[in-house]
């Protein structure tokens, strides 16, 4: 029985592994057909960009990070094509207007160190400047 065993396991494993190693392969092929200029792409670094052209022949894809500044990087470096939502979902939605003007607070209440504890008192940003650095210097005394 054992005998029957170890051989079918042992053929498993290099059957799983093939088939995987082939759905990788499927996977990777299937996003560089989608990375042509004027999609956008994420690298394996991080970066997000547009890309501009991309040269096959010797692996390297020039992408826009922001407007007016390119880079050009080796084309494994490209991860992933970047989704984005249609533009159509967005206009159904109800835009919120913004208010004209955004009332400041006419007090700001202090902690406790410039007056009575939980009073409500006017601060200039000089008087924040000190009562911070008062805190700070008490923290790194403590």
Same mark, same amino acid.
């Given at each position: 029985m054992f005998n029957l065993i170890l051989p079918l396991a042992l053929a498993f494993l290099i059957?799983?592994?093939?088939?995987?190693?082939?759905?990788a392969k499927q996977q990777v092929t299937e996003m560089r057909s989608q990375m042509e200029p004027g999609a956008e792409v994420m690298t394996q670094f991080g970066?997000? $960009?547009?890309?501009? /052209?991309?040269?096959?022949?010797?692996?390297?894809?020039v992408i826009e990070l922001s407007p007016g500044n390119t880079a050009t990087v080796?084309?494994?470096?490209?991860?992933?094509?970047v989704k984005q939502e249609p533009a159509g979902d967005l206009a159904d939605?109800?835009?919120v207007a913004a208010p004209d003007t955004i009332a400041a607070p006419d007090t700001i209440a202090t902690t406790g160190?410039? $007056?009575?504890?939980? /009073?409500?008192?006017?601060e200039t940003p000089e008087e924040t400047v000190?009562?911070?650095?008062?805190e700070n210097n008490r923290n790194n005394d403590n």
């Open positions: 059957f799983s592994m093939f088939r995987r190693q082939r759905k970066l997000f $960009g547009t890309i501009v /052209s991309i040269d096959q022949e010797n692996n390297k894809a080796h084309t494994q470096a490209l991860s992933k094509v939605e109800p835009s160190t410039a $007056g009575a504890a939980g /009073s409500t008192a006017a000190a009562r911070l650095n008062r």
